[in-house]
């Protein structure tokens, strides 16, 4: 990557995702106005793609008491999606929206597709309400990401977002303590 993608609004698309038993259609407009995860993964019908989505889904709960959607995205279609979440008692357990990106309009945008194979990579991009990403993080194939550190990470973001002038600490968690930088705490941390 030439430019970093951090503070770049999302670049417009149309797909169609599997969600609650039916597909339906999703644009970045409905990333707006609230707090949104993007979250790549390769293909459906494999290794590690189940153990992060499953993961995700035990945490989708406490995602949406934070206000905040899940889209996962992979280059396989919503057919697919949807005969994966009818066939495996993992994905099955999924209430977020699974997009399909045949085209790889989407993975394109986000700058996570592997060309030559046609796939993302693991990448998670939490989306603020104005629609501007506010964290990336990308994984090779074979590294399976955490939901509970994502989730530790929206936080800080919502809070950062909220309180001008704080920022959060490594590993900080709600009700610690934050810092305000400033010439006073130069050296001093």
């Known amino acids: 990557m030439t430019q970093s993608i951090i503070n770049s609004t999302i670049k417009p698309f149309k797909a169609t995702a599997f969600h609650n038993g039916a597909f339906v259609d999703v644009t970045e407009q409905d990333l707006l106005g609230k707090w949104s995860v993007v979250f790549f993964y390769p293909a459906d019908f494999t ?3 189940p153990t992060e989505l499953g ?3 035990d945490h989708y709960e406490k995602l949406q008491s934070m206000g905040v959607e899940v889209y996962s995205v992979s280059t396989d279609t919503h057919f697919t999606h949807k005969a994966w979440h009818a066939s495996s008692d993992t994905i099955s357990k999924i209430n977020y929206p699974m997009i399909g990106d045949p085209t790889g309009t989407i ?8 060309e030559e194979d046609g796939l993302a990579l693991r990448g ?4 603020n309400p104005e629609g501007q990403i506010k964290v990336a993080e990308i994984h090779d194939l074979g590294i399976g990401r955490s ?4 989730v530790r990470k929206i936080q800080a973001a ?7 002038g704080e920022v959060c600490p490594a590993k900080w968690q709600p009700g610690e303590e934050t810092l ?6 130069v050296g001093k941390i």
């Open 158 to 164: 919502q809070y950062v977002a909220s309180h001008d």
């Open 124 to 127: 998670t991009f939490v989306v």
């Open 107 to 114: 993975t394109r945008n986000f700058g996570v597709m592997i």
């Open 55 to 57: 993961d995700m889904a």
């Open 180 to 185: 305000a930088p400033s010439i006073d705490l």
């Open 47 to 49: 290794f590690v793609c």
């Open 147 to 150: 939901a509970s550190e994502l």
